[in-house]
């Protein structure tokens, strides 16, 4: 047994906390806390998609590509105006037996409903994929997605609320509304 590689690992393993607590500390007395994120939310019913090719069939042999949201990850930075939050969407995507080829796209959306009706409440994006030679399962981040938020208070910071979805046609929101039953 390794006594002092234990005891070094131990001390910083305790440390760490007390160093990071107090460069805490020191950064409230310099500067006033700032605001967290306001919330992010992935919609359950926009979760996921299921891609068919053309026509009426809808078994698994006419799925081009499904896909999940699965995470994300973000910050924000405040200045005089606001907060400005930036924010990376995580997907997994599988490539179906109905694609014809190795490249996909699948839209999402951003959107903060406190904007509407300005067009600028919802913002949609495409992801284009291209799967690996004999891959067709991938995870894939998009560019980070910024947007600014007029407020710095926690109060009116959580009015702002961000969702997160598939852009999707009413024929695929209907079959994910249709699954969860």
Known sequence: MNTPRIARL???????PLALSGCDA????KNKVPPPCPPVFILSDAA???????????????VEVE???????????????GGEVSLQISFNLRRGPAAVNRKVEVSYFVAIPKFY?????????TLPVTFPDSVDHVRASDDEV???????????????????GFQMTPEELEANRRAKR
Do not use: H, Q, W
């Open 10 to 16: 131990l001390f910083l393993v305790l440390a760490a």
């Open 26 to 29: 020191l950064s409230r007395v």
């Open 48 to 62: 996921t998609i299921t891609k068919y090719k053309a026509g009426s069939g809808r078994d698994l042999t006419d």
């Open 67 to 81: 896909g999940e949201i699965v995470g994300f990850k973000g910050e924000c930075v405040y200045d005089d105006k």
């Open 117 to 125: 009706p300005d067009p600028g409440a919802k913002g949609i994006f």
């Open 146 to 164: 910024v947007m600014r938020i007029p407020v710095r208070t926690k109060e009116l910071i959580d009015n702002y609320e961000i969702y997160l």
